[in-house]
């Protein structure tokens, strides 16, 4: 069993950045997943945002974040970062962190495993 727990998430100007951090624990020492970021603004469906491999060398990004967000990992704590900058009002959602053990198409919900309780991310204009 693998816990995720997300923080970093608020209200942010138009033009502003933050930092998400995704912390798992559990059984992580002996399974090597890969970790997702997704998100759901209100009226819409969940949607990809990012996704890092278990080596941290492979990177996936959704077109609307390309060139704003990166993730990263770090294997020694356990954590995946999303930092997000130049955000924009579309932007706001509740983001989503996500691990998959097997995960083949890193933009496909469906593949994540564990899921955590989301944090909420406000932009405003």
């Known amino acids: 069993q693998v816990q995720v727990v997300e923080s970093g998430g608020g209200l942010v100007q138009d033009g502003g950045s933050l930092r998400l951090s995704c912390a798992a624990s559990?059984?992580?020492?002996?399974?090597?997943?890969?970790m997702g970021w997704f998100r759901q603004a209100p009226g819409k469906e969940r949607e990809f945002v990012a996704a890092?491999?278990?080596?941290?060398?492979?990177?996936y990004y959704a077109d609307s974040v390309k060139g704003r967000f990166t993730i990263s990992r770090d294997k020694a704590k356990n954590t995946v970062y999303l930092q997000m900058n130049s955000l924009k009002p579309e932007d706001t959602a509740v983001y989503y962190c996500?691990?998959?053990?097997?995960?083949?198409?890193?933009?496909?919900?469906?593949?994540?495993?564990?899921w955590g309780q989301g944090t909420q991310v406000t932009v405003s204009s």
């Open positions: 890092i491999s278990w080596s941290g060398g492979s990177t």
């Open positions: 996500a691990a998959g053990r097997d995960v083949v198409v890193a933009g496909r919900s469906g593949e994540y495993d564990y």
């Open positions: 559990g059984r992580t020492f002996f399974t090597v997943y890969t």
